[in-house]
């Protein structure tokens, strides 16, 4: 009887630590979740006051801007809000003005062409949005990104060609952008009154940065 009961105490001890133990791995699995939904809500709100603050600093200093918080899970909270479409679309913006404010000469030729083309590329993401206002607002920047080419004898009538396609592009994903409409009618009559032809290939061409051409509907599905 002594040895059973000395055996049962052994089992009832063993028992006792493992649902101890069991107790303590659960606290710590709960202390951990409540650590990580409180960096995620840090992580969470800091998102909607880095995007203002740079659309503030942009409106000043566009080269300046930046909308990208300091965060504790990295992009874990911007991978749940769906950010990532407005930072890369505001990105495209800065790197637009930096074209666009660039006098292309002789000297800096190169320079200019390199910034163009990742203008170009960055406002692909954008131009392909399932948001009209926003594919409609990218597809209008290239297109006079393509015409500044042109005017300035870097591809001539293929890159006139590739603003119209990228104008009438951005016409037809938001029928409403005055802008867009504007532009298209201009470049239009000017190719009209120096004699250009104008040519929007076949349906399934694309531009310079194989992103396609209006002539081929709307590019992509959005984000």
């Known amino acids: 009887m002594g040895a059973q009961t ?96 660039q006098q292309e000469i002789l000297s800096n030729a190169l320079d200019v062409e390199t910034l ?36 300035n004898g870097g591809g001539g009538a293929s890159q006139t060609d590739t603003a119209i396609s990228d104008f009438t592009g951005a016409v037809t994903v938001d029928p409403a952008d005055t802008a867009a409409k504007f532009d298209l009618e201009l470049l239009l009559r000017l190719t009209a009154a120096h004699g250009q032809r104008i040519s929007t290939g076949p349906s399934n061409s694309f531009g310079k940065t194989g992103r396609r051409a209006a002539a081929g509907g709307v590019p992509g599905s959005g984000y």
């Open 116 to 151: 163009r083309v990742a203008a170009e590329t960055a406002l692909a993401a954008p131009a392909a949005s399932s948001d009209p206002r926003i594919a409609s607002q990218a597809r209008t920047l290239l297109g006079i990104l393509a015409f500044g080419a042109a005017s």
């Open 6 to 101: 000395g055996l049962e105490g052994v089992t009832t001890s063993r028992l006792i630590a493992g649902a101890t133990t069991l107790r303590i791995l659960g606290a710590v699995i709960l202390a951990a979740l409540a650590v990580f939904a409180a960096l995620l809500a840090s992580d969470v709100r800091a998102w909607p006051f880095a995007l203002d603050r740079g659309d503030a600093v942009y409106a000043v200093s566009p080269g300046a801007a930046s909308w990208t918080p300091a965060t504790r899970l990295g992009g874990v909270a911007a991978s749940l809000l769906g950010v990532g479409r407005d930072v890369t679309s505001r990105r495209a913006l800065v790197l637009y003005r930096q074209v666009a404010g």
